[in-house]
């Protein structure tokens, strides 16, 4: 195979070499960036612009997967018999929908359903929902905020350290004291008393209309909150069938001897439920999240500037380096689907069973 390549790369009279990353100008302009860019960077920033719109629709789209997963597992076994079959519901469908359907789906709701900016719909006076984006405020941040940032630090040390007192306490004495609270009490009234100390040090930016968009703010565009809604809605079925089967594969007497020690429906589910049902989630739990990540890739379906139709889409076309595109990008998912992996099983291990 490598044979083949460099007697092909030979007759077209082609080398191999990433020098294209630097060249300049990357000559075209992307829809969403969470870093400074114009089309006059290279392709090296190019990539990267791209690379992080990918890593903020996973790192968005893992955490509403994970909440809506949980949610409708946990319907899934209700004695409620509305609310059971609306979970069977929402399983099969989003499990047998390919996620390219999907996805195209919500990119069209968004697009031809929602009214234009003139008559977006307002959540409170500062959100603004339209098919061109929704617009939603913006944080400021002043000098004086890096304080209240290490306040919070230094509170929530503090907090972690009285959890684990309390973990300590209540497995040598079996006396359970609330110190999960007392830190989170704690972090919350340190750091907004150097809020207001430091006087303030954060406004908001709000939208306004001008024209015939608004300005001001922070806008997430429509191909964005599609492809990330769009993934998590998928994802979340079949994270729901593993928080199902993780829960029933808890023994039946684990729940009738919390039942008999008095603990309510919903302590049960939370200390003794959920904890050991946790070593049958996990494994599966890390797939859908791989699953999650890579289907991103999608994201040119819609126009979603990420990693692949930066680096392996516009700039591989433009330079003509398709082999080095293709290798980045092949090796960049590779990196983020070990890094996730390695997260998730130092944390299996951590719940796994310990025999003595």
Known sequence: MIG?????????????????????????????????????????????????????????????ATVLGFSVGIMRLSNNWLVSRIAYVYVEFTRNTPVLLLILLWHGIIINTLPHPRQALSLGGSVFISNRGFYVPAPVIEPAFWWVAFVFCIATIIAAALYRRGRRLQLSTGIRKPYLLYGLGLTIAATILAFYVAGTPVTLDRPTLRGFNYRGGMTLIPEFVALTWALAFYTSGFIAENVRSGINAVDRGQRDAACALGLTENRTMKLVILPQAMRVIVPPLTSSYLDLMKNSSLAIAIGYMDLVATLGGITLTQTGREMETMLLVMAIYLAISLSISWGMNIYNRRQRLVER
Not at 35 to 55: C, D, E, F, K, P
């Open 4 to 64: 083949n390549v460099a007697a092909n790369f030979a007759a077209l009279d082609k080398t191999f070499s990433f020098r294209f990353l630097w060249e300049l100008p990357a000559g075209y302009d992307i829809n969403q960036t969470l870093i400074s860019y114009t089309n006059q960077n290279s392709h090296l920033r190019a990539a990267v612009v791209g690379l992080l719109n990918t890593g903020l629709v996973a790192i968005v789209g893992i955490f509403l």
